[in-house]
């Protein structure tokens, strides 16, 4: 219908027509329909909707001989439809009333899925790709604009992974005994990636993808819940509410905030405390690990007012610990950080250093190496240093703070 279906003659006379059958007889309609209904508020309406419909149907065919006639017939049809439908509701509430609650083997269900998404015999990438469809629902586009890739790439990833899956025959189950612990490693790294996809990624700005780090702060509680005797589980769940209480701080009008420059009055101390309780939980279970010890540096972070109150020697400490478990040149770089911030920048920027066969292509080497060689005075170093971080990354927030850096 359009507004000069109603400008028309024929249009004009039905609307006329409608309004004086509906002032004459819908009081009547309504009466009637209570008395063998029961029920006023479904008689009104009923009848509205019956009038509704006499706005459409009548501007196209006219009025009927027997307005109020046709009207009342409306109204009763409309009625008998309400009532089925209800019926049938009432049917699906008792099917639902009567249906088990949620239990444990449900969440069960949701973990072995997700298990069988990061198997080690898939590819991070198309682990990552079907966490998020097969777990988390997204759409190949949504997949696609998360991880800065194309929805064909995507889509082809998750079918050759899904293929995998049944010609090896992977089961979706989560594993018991020996094989669970490195299994768990690898689905609590996916979710650990995810959200690392969240900041930072090519093109992007400074803001995080919030729908994707609440993902993966929702399946790694998820995981926890359904594995309760797993510290690990809850050491990740402790990460990432720590990160995440950051949040708030760590951007501003589009700028990337570092640690020491945060308005820590921003932070989010509930997420904060919900963190420190997963973490202490993990603990009491007194099987330490990598995701437990990152938390632990992170609440050293977190506990600190203001940042020079930061406890780096503990940090430094926690980071022997996790050498242990994660001995990758990026828990090597951050133990250099923590080094540099004690004041020993030669020892580390010695450290730095000897990273530098594995590390040359990693934006964040070379800014961690210039901030050291800026401490100790080396300012054209440090200069040259900064300009190689900025052409290496793909960030753009990233790229304007290096450059603030540079022409410091």
Known sequence: MTASDAASPSGAASD???ERVVRAESARIVAALTASLGNLDLAEESVAEAVAEALVSWREVGAPPNPGGWLTVAARRNALDRLRRDQRYRKKLELLAGAPAPSESAIDERVSLLFGCCHPALTESAQLALTL?????????????????????VGQRIVRAKRKIGAAGIPLRVPIGAERS???????????????????????????????????????????????????????????????SREPARSVAGRIVLLADQDRSRWDVGLQAEAHRALA????????????????????????????????????????????????????????????????????????????????????????????????????????????????????????????????
């Open 133 to 153: 469809r097969a777990v988390c629902g997204l759409t190949t586009e949504q997949i696609a604009r998360a991880t800065m890739s194309t929805p064909t790439a």
């Open 281 to 408: 939980a993990a603990a009491a279970l007194r099987r330490p690990g990598r995701w437990q010890l990152q938390a632990a540096i992170a609440a050293c972070h977190s506990d600190a007012r203001v940042f020079s109150e930061t406890d780096w020697e503990q940090i430094i400490v926690l980071y022997d610990m996790l050498l242990a478990y994660d001995p990758s040149p990026v828990v090597r770089l951050n133990r250099a950080v923590a080094l540099g911030e004690t004041g020993r920048r030669e020892a580390a920027l010695a450290e730095v250093e000897a990273l530098e066969d594995e590390m040359v292509r990693f934006h964040l080497w070379h800014a961690v190496r210039a901030e050291l060689l800026r401490g100790l005075g080396r300012e054209e170093e440090a200069i040259r240093a900064l300009h190689t971080a900025h052409g290496l990354t793909t960030n753009e927030a990233e790229r304007r703070l290096l450059r603030s850096r540079e022409l410091c």
């Open 16 to 18: 006329r027509a409608l």
């Open 182 to 244: 490195p299994r768990l490693d690898v689905v609590l790294t996916v979710i650990s990636v995810m959200y690392n996809e969240a900041h930072l990624t090519a093109g992007g700005g400074a803001e995080a993808n919030r729908d994707l780090a609440e993902d993966a702060l929702w399946l790694a509680d998820v995981v926890a819940h359904a594995l309760p005797s797993e510290p690990e589980a809850l050491g990740l769940v402790a990460l990432l509410k720590f990160h995440r």
